[in-house]
């Protein structure tokens, strides 16, 4: 029975995982609206929200499992990376509880977490296998030859792809964060009505660049011409502009390493033109899928105690002295 415990950034969350694994319970106290004031996260505000809920969001998930604090054998927690501030309340949670139930402690990598959330459906991955990672504080591409082994094979030099949705949101003018609502709008819209650039960084590499996407979407905006342009194509061309070497760079990357599986994972894996375009190109080149459902792409705990799962059966524990890290990479 594995706590999970994240708090990197605007969500408090916790949940309880059985044998299996399956997940008992998942409790999430998001932040959203407190910073949708904002137009993004202020990292003090949010650290005080993770101490106001930390205990009663523990409370609920150990509840809800149909458990005791007694009941826990092992405390996971997401350590690094995130907002230092945010992180040390539930890595300060996990220490008191670890020490006082004198149970291991593990700690996570954020990123591992959520790659670690395609274990929850599918627990019999065989490796090796390559995996996309597309939050709004990454976008990576790992190969993985064994649990709690990973490679970089690419990575963005500058915005997440969920950066670039939020802030091409907020030029829309949409709230944050905006990467769902344009997903949404998208729907409905023309993805080629607007061309905006796709840096390629090179056909061989499997880096990605996001950061010229919003100085284009403002310079797009500022053109009269494109005053008649409906909401939902601008959506729908922007979403597009993300997508595109999202899919590129991962299929040529399963490629080139001959892996028969490709993982999704993180908050813009919950994307529909991403999920949607990746199965058709990895099923043209003979390559299966795996992607999180819905509501495990974005930032939980039950992807963190997986994530802890995998880590105690390697033997992988921490001791009560175990740091936060504000930006560490995963590899
Ligand atoms: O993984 P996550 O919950 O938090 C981080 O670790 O960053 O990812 C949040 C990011 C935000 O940028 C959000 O706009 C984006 O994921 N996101 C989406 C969608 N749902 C969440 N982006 C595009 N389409 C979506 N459906
Ligand atoms: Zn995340």
């Given amino acids: 029975m594995i706590l999970g415990i994240e708090t990197s950034c605007d969500e408090t969350a916790a949940a309880v995982l059985a044998p299996g694994p399956a997940v008992l319970s998942s409790i999430i106290a998001s932040q959203i609206d407190l910073h949708a004031r ?19 969001v523990i409370s609920e998930a150990v509840h809800t499992a149909g458990i005791t604090l007694q009941g826990l054998t092992a405390i996971a927690v997401a350590n690094r990376p995130g907002l230092l501030g945010a992180l040390l309340i539930g890595v300060s949670a996990a220490k008191a509880l670890s020490y006082s139930l004198d149970i291991p402690l593990i700690g996570v990598h954020h990123i591992e977490a959520h ?3 395609n274990w929850l459906a599918s627990p019999d991955l065989a490796f090796p296998l390559v995996a996309l990672v597309a939050s709004g504080g990454h976008t ?23 950066e670039a949705f939020d802030k091409s949101a907020r030029l829309l003018g949409l709230p944050y964060p905006g990467g769902a609502l344009i997903d949404n709008l998208a729907r409905e819209g023309d993805p080629n009505r607007l061309h905006f650039p796709r840096a390629r960084l090179g056909a061989e590499g499997f880096d990605f660049s996001f950061s010229g996407l919003k100085t284009a979407v403002r310079l ?23 997508v595109e070497p999202l899919v590129e760079k991962t299929v040529a990357a399963a490629l080139r390493c001959a ?9 813009v894996a919950a994307n529909s033109r991403l ?11 003979g390559l299966a899928l795996i992607a999180p459902s819905l509501s495990l792409c974005t930032d939980n705990a039950a992807m963190v105690a997986t994530a802890g799962y995998y880590r105690l059966a390697l033997g992988h524990t921490d001791t009560l002295d ?4 504000s930006s560490e990479h995963l590899a």
């Avoid at 790992?142 to 969920?162: E, P, Y």
């Avoid at 892996?259 to 908050?267: E, F, I, N, P, R």
């Fill in 38 to 56: 904002t137009g993004g996260v202020v990292p003090e505000v949010a650290a005080r929200q993770h101490i106001a809920q930390i205990n009663a």
């Fill in 259 to 267: 892996v028969k599986t490709v993982l999704l994972a993180g908050g």
């Fill in 115 to 117: 790659i670690y959330a």
């Fill in 275 to 285: 999920r949607y375009c990746l199965t058709s190109e990895c099923s043209r080149h």
């Fill in 140 to 162: 990576e591409i790992f190969l993985m030859r064994a649990h709690g082994s990973f490679d970089v094979l690419g990575r963005t030099r500058d915005d997440a792809a969920g």
């Fill in 322 to 325: 175990l740091d936060t890290h």
């Fill in 220 to 242: 797009a905006k500022q053109d009269q011409n494109n005053s008649e342009i409906s909401l939902e194509d601008w959506a729908a061309s922007v979403q597009e502009a993300i």
